[in-house]
């Protein structure tokens, strides 16, 4: 254990070092070549990133293991049966006519259509990433305008209950009794985020009438 522990030191100390290096060349870097520094940056960071794998190996092992079983004992099970079931709802008049229903709430607080509902109802219930995936669906219809969906984006795309409660509460901090308080805090952060943003974009749908 004392061994691992002292390798474990030791390749984080190269890692400090390289890093340096890396920090050092890039601010040493005459300025005249900074074009072929944005140009090879993509490549120097993944090859930063194959270093460290190669460095951590069997934390990148153990936490590659963590993500698939955490994908497929969790995330694939909660999220789809909401995929088939808002599948078959977007396919029918419904979306249409909570639209219609929510118009009057949607528009005054969000400033999107009542259609946004939906992206909405289906993102805090089934988590991401649904509410961008119906979001997408309802900009390719024409139900929603470009600048309407970037707002609906800010906030639909949440964290689904099973995920915050299951994995988070229970599975990383071992504390289910927080994973209401979470759950509560994690929607009401998106729906302040979707408030603030109700003011996004409206300088410039102003500019362009003005142009008009």
Avoid at 58 to 68: D, F, N, R, Y
Wanted: proline share 5%; aromatic share 10%.
């Amino acid at each position: 254990m004392l061994n691992y522990s002292r390798n474990q030191g030791e390749k984080l100390n190269l890692f400090i070092i390289i890093l340096i290096i890396v920090i050092l060349l890039v601010t040493l870097y005459p300025k005249s070549h900074i074009f072929y520094l944005k140009k090879n940056l993509i490549p120097l960071m993944c090859i930063t990133f194959i270093v460290c794998l190669i460095l951590f190996s069997k934390t990148a092992v153990e936490s590659a293991l963590k993500g698939i079983n955490l994908c497929i004992n969790i995330v694939f099970p909660s999220l789809f049966p909401f995929f088939v079931a808002s599948d078959l709802l977007n396919r029918t008049n419904f979306i249409r006519a909570t639209g219609i229903i929510l118009e009057p709430i949607m528009r005054p607080i969000f400033n999107v259509p009542g259609c946004g509902s939906f992206p909405v109802a289906m993102g805090i219930t089934s988590g991401y990433p649904m509410g961008a995936k119906l979001t997408t669906d309802l900009r390719e219809k024409g139900q929603v305008s470009k600048i309407e969906g970037e707002r609906l984006l800010a906030f639909t795309n949440n964290s689904g209950p099973l995920f915050i409660v299951g994995a988070v509460a229970t599975g990383m901090f071992k504390m289910p009794s927080i994973g209401l308080f979470l759950l509560v805090s994690h929607i009401l952060a998106g729906l302040t985020v979707g408030i603030i943003f109700r003011f996004y974009g409206s300088k410039s749908i102003k500019s362009n009438k003005n142009m008009k």
